[in-house]
Every structure is written in structure tokens, then in C-alpha cells.
């Protein structure tokens, strides 16, 4: 099984709520990324998670906290949202990169819109 | 920044024809990766080539490297009208930065039937 999933395909929310996207990969892969991915934009990441640990956080504001329940879950808890994190929100995974990046496995993404 | 830059950022050709896009980077890398975004869904995977590599083949595509100019291109032959996509590539920070990935622009393609 080659798939990541992602849920909720869809998610609109005010700038008071508290939500998570949620992602599940069964390839056994223990690398796992969280990137978001404006119109016409590049992904850019977010968050990598190496066996369960967070190893990577580019610089992103606290309202976005991620968590790694275990090898195969990665979740991304969003609260007091602005307007300008409306996005694709991507989750990946991969091997370990360890000293060599490996090919990353996509899920569809989350569409957030932000009222 | 390490980000990469794409050209063309689109490009249209006819069905059947060959497209050609380019990559180009800042910095050393291990790897270097192209992926296929349909419009608002996942990224698929293409091809990783190493930086050892100098050409890499898979199926209709042919990706070269040409690390002592920091540049990639991505050769789609014979395309389809299912090619219609944005293509990007990617880049890995080196020994240093493997976990990380940095995208460029983007080329999107559009095959005209």
C-alpha cells in the first residue's frame, strides 16, 4: 500500500476554532512532513518528523502544533487561525532520510479555508 | 535561499510533441527530485536522480544533471494530454539538510489535444 491518506478533504473554519487535519501512511516509512501550499506556489515545508520525533520546524507560528501519535499518524492541530493561512495543506512521507533524501509519498492535501 | 528556479513557469505544446523543462539550483545537493502536481491535488513522485548521476531515464521521461552548472531538466517525450500538470523540482540541502526538500517555481504544462 503506497498511499497516504489525509483527512478531511475539505475544511473551513473561523478564526476561533480549533481543528486538526489529520494523516495516516502504512509503508512503514518513519519519516513524515507537513508542508503548505499557497495558489500557484511551490509546497513549502512546515514540520519533519523523524520516528516520532519533531526534527525539523521551519519557523512556524505556534497557532499550527504538530503531533505524532505513533509511526504511522501525523496530525497537525491548528488554532486562531489568520485569513492568510488559508492554503493546501500536504503531508508526506518517506524513508528515513538519514544522510540521503529518499522519494516522499503524498496525500490529496487538506484544502483550509480561514473565514 | 536554496530555492530552485524553473523555466519556463508554463508551457503549452501540442500533443505528441516533447516538452522540456528546466531546473536550477543554489546550493550542493545529494539528490535532486521531480514531482507532478494535477491541479489542487498531491504531489506524485517522477524521479530522483543522484548527484553522481548524470542522466536518468523512466518510461516516456529523461531527467539529466549537470551539477557543475546546478542544473536539472526534465524531458517529457511524446506527451499526452494526461501530462497536463505542474511539474516541480526538488532539492535536497545536501549531508546537512537530507530531511529537507526545497521545491522550485514550478513549469505548468498544458498538452493541447
Known amino acids: 500500500d503506497t498511499e497516504v491518506t489525509q483527512t478531511p478533504k475539505h475544511l473551513v473554519m473561523g478564526m476561533t476554532n480549533k481543528k486538526s487535519l489529520k494523516c495516516e501512511q502504512h509503508m512503514g516509512h518513519r519519516a513524515m512532513y507537513w508542508y503548505k501550499q499557497k495558489a500557484k506556489k511551490p509546497p513549502e515545508l512546515m514540520f519533519v518528523y523523524s520516528y516520532e520525533k519533531l526534527s525539523i520546524n521551519e519557523s512556524v507560528p505556534s497557532r499550527f502544533s504538530p503531533e505524532c501519535p505513533n509511526s504511522s499518524l501525523l496530525n497537525l492541530h491548528l488554532h486562531a487561525l489568520q485569513p492568510e493561512d488559508s492554503a493546501l495543506y500536504l503531508c508526506a512521507s518517506s524513508q528515513d532520510p538519514g544522510v540521503f533524501s529518499y522519494e516522499q509519498y503524498f496525500g490529496p492535501g487538506t484544502r483550509l479555508t480561514v473565514t | 535561499s536554496q530555492q530552485g528556479e524553473e523555466d519556463p513557469q508554463a508551457l503549452s505544446i501540442q500533443e505528441g510533441e516533447n516538452a522540456t523543462m528546466n531546473c536550477s539550483y543554489k546550493?550542493?545537493?545529494?539528490?535532486l527530485q521531480w514531482y507532478r502536481q494535477n491541479s489542487g491535488r498531491g504531489l506524485v513522485h517522477l524521479i530522483l536522480?543522484?548527484?553522481?548521476?548524470r542522466e536518468k531515464h523512466s518510461g516516456r521521461l529523461r531527467v539529466t544533471l549537470d551539477t557543475s552548472k546546478k542544473s536539472s531538466s526534465l524531458l517529457i517525450t511524446a506527451s499526452r494530454a494526461a501530462d497536463t500538470a505542474s511539474y516541480f523540482c526538488a532539492t535536497d540541502g545536501g549531508i546537512q539538510g537530507a530531511q529537507k526538500l526545497v521545491f522550485g517555481q514550478g513549469t505548468r504544462l498544458t498538452i493541447n489535444p
Open positions: 546550493t550542493s545537493i545529494n539528490n
Open positions: 536522480i543522484r548527484s553522481n548521476e
